[in-house]
């Protein structure tokens, strides 16, 4: 079998390396490429569907949707933005495109995790556990799932020390949070709206 080519991953490695990553084997990683080409090609999916929704709620005129589409993009775009400036002050500059590439591309792990979780919720109602509480598990093992995969990610594909990634995590996702809270709060403020 050819080894595949790490400037140019086929569909099929990125779909094993989406697979082995979100089990956590840190050699997936080396499936998806680590050019800028590579992180491109992790973008390009979402940002499709994300160019689609906002062409559609600007020819529907829907602000509401087209504020939501901006704040999911925000959500994508912000962690590889200020992933970047913490890799470069860590001097791990030179593994951050095999993190975003890896970043792109795992995000596809999320529906994979919530069949699973939804699954367990589905066996817990059989059992005779409350909706409410199957619902909250369920919420519980999908945040806690992100949290690990991004720090899953952030330690194997950045190279960095265990304590390290979960500063990276924190710092990364709460600053995330702030842009895209904060301008929400500060344009509900300017029209007079209560703050959420």
């Not at 689609?52 to 999911?72: I, Q, W």
Request: charged share 10%.
């Amino acid at each position: 079998m050819k080894p595949p080519n790490p400037s140019r991953p086929s569909m099929r490695s990125v779909v094993i390396g989406i697979l082995l990553v979100a089990r956590g084997r840190a050699d997936g990683l080396r499936l998806f490429g680590d050019t800028s080409q590579s992180v491109l090609s992790g973008l390009a999916p979402l940002g499709a569907f994300l160019l689609v929704g906002v062409v559609a709620a600007l020819v529907g005129h829907d602000r509401e949707t087209l504020t939501d589409l901006l704040s999911v993009s925000i959500g994508f775009l912000g962690p590889l933005v200020l992933s970047f400036e913490v890799a470069r002050r860590w001097n791990r500059a030179a593994q951050w495109r095999r993190f975003a590439t890896a970043f792109c591309w795992c995000q596809w792990a999320a529906p994979l995790a919530l069949a699973v979780v939804l699954i367990l919720m589905a066996i817990m109602m059989t059992v005779g556990i409350q909706p409410e509480i199957a619902a909250g598990v369920g919420v519980a093992l999908m945040f806690a799932y992100a949290v690990w995969l991004n720090w899953f990610l952030a330690r194997h594909a950045l190279e960095l020390t265990p304590l390290r990634a979960v500063a990276l995590v924190v710092i990364v996702n709460f600053l995330t949070i702030m842009l895209i809270l904060v301008p929400q709060v500060v344009s509900q403020m300017a029209n007079g709206a209560p703050a959420p």
